[in-house]
């Protein structure tokens, strides 16, 4: 399923700069997501990659620019977000159950609806029938799709996941984003994946944002990814060793 392009925007930035203290982080970002599709976010360390997704999400005011929504009104309440880690005690007895819907805070949901979210979110993450599991008993790879399991029980418009392979094993890394695959293609979800790897950029994503300096480059993922972007950020070598995913294309 591909994006929705006679539709609106589900978000636009437009001329955007945004910092703190009044010091922008990033200038004049421009870049427009409409459902269906798959994005990258992509940049070294200080980049202001996580300083867009707070501008996106309404928690950092703008200095400069306007963000558009559609329909009208905050983001925040139509995304599901999945951040590097889970902040939850270890020492707090937690069932998976009690885990994700957790991610229900804030909505009125009624008793049965509640049930066929669960039911629904563990399912598409593969972990139907772990309900009574203990959290904390869960593989890294486990408590990673729990913690996306916990941003789709809101039955989001975007799932916007923040470094989701840290600290995964090559097998958990690809069983999640075989995973992001099949929402993206067989339900059109809206996905967004803030990471350093350009190689998980090529191979599923549809479009991309690369972060150089104060700037942000956005649009389709081959006219971003290109060979002459990548080797002046990161050198001649850059365009090698992703894997086998191809510059010109997707594998």
């Known amino acids: 399923m591909g994006a929705d392009l006679s539709s609106p925007p589900l978000l636009s930035a437009v001329g955007?700069?945004?910092?703190?203290?009044?010091?922008?982080?990033?200038?004049?970002?421009?870049?427009?997501?409409?459902?269906?599709?798959?994005?990258?976010?992509l940049g070294g360390n200080g980049a202001g990659k996580t300083t867009l997704v707070r501008a996106l999400l309404g928690l950092l005011p703008l200095i400069a620019g306007r963000i558009d929504t559609y329909p009208n009104g905050p983001l925040f309440t139509r995304t599901g977000f999945v951040p590097q880690r889970c902040d939850l005690n270890p020492s707090l007895?937690?069932?998976?159950?009690?885990?994700?819907?957790?991610?229900l805070v804030g909505l009125r949901v009624s008793r049965a609806e509640r049930v066929r979210?669960?039911?629904?979110?563990?399912?598409?993450?593969?972990?139907?029938?772990?309900?009574?599991?203990?959290?904390?008993?869960?593989?890294?790879?486990?408590?990673?799709?729990?913690?996306?399991?916990?941003?789709?029980?809101?039955?989001?418009?975007?799932?916007?996941?923040?470094?989701?392979?840290?600290?995964?094993d090559p097998q958990?890394?690809?069983?999640?984003?075989?995973?992001?695959?099949?929402?993206?293609?067989s339900e059109g979800r809206t996905i967004v994946v803030?990471?350093?790897?350009?190689?998980?950029?090529?191979?599923?994503?549809?479009h991309a944002a690369f972060f150089d300096g104060a700037t942000v480059e956005a649009g389709p993922i081959e006219a971003i990814l290109t060979r002459e972007r990548l080797q002046h950020a990161f050198g001649p070598?850059?365009?090698?060793?992703?894997?086998g995913a191809s510059l010109g294309g997707h594998p």
């Open 16 to 41: 955007v700069s945004v910092g703190y203290h009044g010091d922008a982080v990033l200038r004049e970002v421009n870049l427009t997501i409409h459902r269906g599709e798959f994005w990258f976010f």
């Open 93 to 103: 007895p937690t069932t998976v159950r009690e885990f994700v819907t957790l991610g």
């Open 117 to 168: 979210r669960l039911g629904w979110a563990l399912d598409t993450v593969g972990l139907a029938g772990l309900e009574q599991r203990s959290y904390w008993a869960l593989s890294g790879g486990q408590r990673q799709r729990c913690l996306i399991a916990r941003a789709l029980i809101r039955e989001p418009h975007l799932l916007l996941l923040d470094e989701p392979t840290t600290g995964l």
């Open 172 to 185: 958990a890394e690809h069983a999640l984003f075989e995973t992001l695959r099949r929402l993206h293609q």
């Open 194 to 206: 803030v990471t350093h790897d350009i190689g998980l950029a090529l191979r599923y994503g549809t």
């Open 237 to 243: 070598t850059a365009t090698t060793g992703y894997g």
